[in-house]
């Protein structure tokens, strides 16, 4: 139990004063502060000792809700103490002026419709008390968050040299030296600093204000796994096969395993018609707050089919025979394919591949929830590589990454490539990043005919790393399961989003990305091929993830290796085409020195050399 001292008082001593009404609502200011409408206003109170990490998961926290368009504004101890309270010591009474003063300046942050960041140690349960009842008084939100760090710890930390000062006698009265710190009754939250990172404890608060409804759903960088966990698995396979069924496509499993393992979170299913229209309409998700989803993640279906289930409240969803999915409360609507088409790729075009798709899949479309029967497997010799959003946050972690860049591919990496995330790599240490990781993430989903096959690509990926182009200590190599849409812009939306799913805070955005040539004459592009990366740094959704834009690489004939392009000298690079380097490796010769790492090259050579024999 902590020191027994009176309650504050928090008594009126001037007189004539009378409180004032604002003219314009909490709800009104809500709808117009911030990008994420509705009221937000609340008080977080970071209490603990100094050291804990009060301050840094505070400014953290701000850093984050302000970048997802959520008003935050932070209140340090010492920030106060320079000017408000600067007339204040350390006594006592000081303390208790100093956290009513506080308390009221977050009060009216809060009640401005601004989530009020408040870090100070306040080793007193009554001051802490004050605060709350101040907020509570006028219908405010306050949270409560004990930054449980042990004194042993903090005194090793000691980032300001204080403890060291306390312990011998020069500073006077300091929190868990020669003054007590009373533990918090009952925090709403409690957070061990000691070997987490400060994204963990950001994220534990998130969650907490997310089920205290002060943020939206949206706003939670959680991963929705629809996966059957295993110890219900036996039992969510035999209901699926006493349910009516219906057989997909491996189209159909390849989105099935994107929603199943959460790269389209905060989906729980394929898209009934409300969400499906959001995402043609606006690009987003608009239901508890905005999330880009720019492409639509859907199941076709016959009509034959539709009849045959549209009384059904679940079924069973077949991959070659076998359950994969159980798909409840199901809305079936109608596959307007055409507007679809349109709005998605900006034409209705057969000579376009995945529009075909669309053309020949069933005339209707079905929504519903999804649990997913277990981890979908290929068994092709490269499962090792699927890892879900949330393995590799782990795997991050145990890399100890404190920045991560991802690279979206879905051809064979050449050195101008390799270039690229090298010198992004640089830039971020630069910055001041320790250990910032790459995300080496070729797409393993559906791709077009003449595109390199993924098991190639692969052992082309990893030729690269061997070879120390790329350091394979600072990247992972993983499969992005997601099928390949060739839809520029609003799909380059879906591949970067997709990846913050992974935790990844950095995007490299190439020249034409997720982009084809025109299947009519004349020869052209279907998309501008700066547009892609100009789209991504305005896209809604996704202002937490930086953009890096993609500097034009070419061979350097000089250098004899791949270089960022210099117009000044022009006629000194050789700008290597995809058609050119493909007529290389059909005949067997060698690119110029530098342009390829000589294993990775041998890989792809045999690959379009195998091709001329069949």
């Not at 076998?322 to 998605?344: G, L, M, N, S, T």
């Not at 959704?541 to 834009?549: A, D, H, K, S, V």
Request: glycine letters at 8%.
């Amino acid at each position: 139990m902590g020191i027994q001292r009176e309650i504050i008082k928090n008594d009126q001593k001037a007189t004539n004063v009378f409180a004032q009404k604002h003219n314009v609502s909490r709800t009104k200011r809500g709808e117009v502060l911030g990008s994420r409408g509705g009221f937000r206003g609340c008080t977080i109170w970071f209490t603990g000792l100094s050291g804990a990490g009060k301050t840094t998961i505070s400014f953290a926290l701000e850093e984050y809700l302000v970048a997802r368009g959520i008003p935050a504004y932070g209140l340090d101890g010492d920030n106060v103490r320079t000017g408000l309270n600067k007339n204040l010591g350390f006594a006592p009474e000081d303390r208790e002026e100093n956290i009513r003063r506080v308390a009221e300046v977050g009060k009216l942050f809060a009640d401005s419709g601004v989530v009020a960041l408040c870090s100070f140690v306040s080793p007193y349960n009554n001051d802490r008390e004050l605060a709350r009842q101040l907020h509570k008084s006028v219908g405010l939100p306050f949270f409560e968050i004990h930054v449980a760090t042990s004194l042993e710890e903090c005194e090793k930390r000691d980032v300001k040299g204080l403890y060291k000062k306390a312990r011998a006698g020069i500073i006077k009265g300091f929190t868990g030296i020669d003054q007590p710190y009373e533990i918090p009754v009952n925090p709403e939250v409690t957070i061990n600093t000691e070997n987490r990172t400060v994204d963990d404890c950001v994220q534990q608060i998130v969650e907490v204000l997310q089920t205290n409804n002060i943020l939206p759903r949206s706003v939670v960088e959680k991963v929705i796994d629809l996966t059957v966990p295993e110890e219900n698995l036996e039992d969510a396979i035999k209901e699926a096969e006493d349910l009516p069924s219906v057989e997909i496509t491996k189209l159909d499993l390849q989105w099935l395993q994107v929603l199943g393992e959460g790269w389209a979170s905060p989906l729980t299913g394929f898209m009934r018609e409300r969400e499906f229209l959001q995402c043609q309409h606006f690009n987003c998700l608009l239901d508890d707050g905005v999330t880009n989803q720019s492409v639509p993640v859907v199941l076709p279906i016959s009509t034959a089919e539709k009849d045959k289930l549209s009384s059904c409240k679940q079924f069973t969803l077949r991959y070659n025979g076998v359950a994969k999915a159980i798909i409840r409360d199901p809305e079936f609507y109608e596959h307007r394919k055409e507007e679809r088409c349109a709005r998605q790729f900006g034409m209705f075009n057969d000579g376009h591949p995945y529009i075909k798709m669309i053309n020949d899949s069933g005339d209707w479309l079905v929504g519903g929830d999804v649990d997913v029967l277990g981890r979908i497997l290929w068994n092709d010799g490269l499962d090792q590589y699927r890892l879900t959003p949330n393995q590799l946050r782990a795997q991050f972690r145990e890399m100890h990454a404190d920045a991560v860049f991802a690279f979206q591919l879905r051809n064979p990496v050449h050195n101008g490539h390799a270039l690229l995330m090298n010198d992004c790599k640089r830039q971020l240490v630069e910055r001041g990043f320790k250990k910032p990781v790459l995300l080496l993430h070729p797409l393993g989903g559906w791709t077009k005919d003449d595109d390199v096959p993924l098991s190639v690509r692969m052992e082309q990926h990893k030729a690269i790393m061997d070879e120390g182009v790329l350091d394979p200590e600072s990247t992972v190599l993983a499969i992005f399961p997601s099928p390949m849409m060739y839809a520029g812009p609003t799909e380059v939306q879906w591949h970067a989003k997709a990846r913050m799913s992974t935790g990844a805070n950095f995007y490299i955005v190439g020249r034409d990305p997720a982009g084809m040539p025109h299947p009519d004459p004349p020869k052209r592009d279907i998309y501008e091929p700066t547009h892609g990366g100009k789209v991504l740094r305005m896209a809604p959704g996704l202002t937490q993830l930086e953009i890096i834009p993609f500097k034009v690489a070419a061979y350097d004939m000089k250098a004899k290796a791949m270089a960022f392009f210099d117009p000044h000298r022009k006629e000194d690079f050789d700008f290597i085409s995809g058609t050119r380097m493909r007529g290389l490796a059909r005949s067997g010769e060698m690119p110029p020195d530098g342009f390829m790492a000589p294993k990775a090259w041998t890989v792809l050579s045999n690959y379009y050399q195998s091709l001329a024999t069949k």
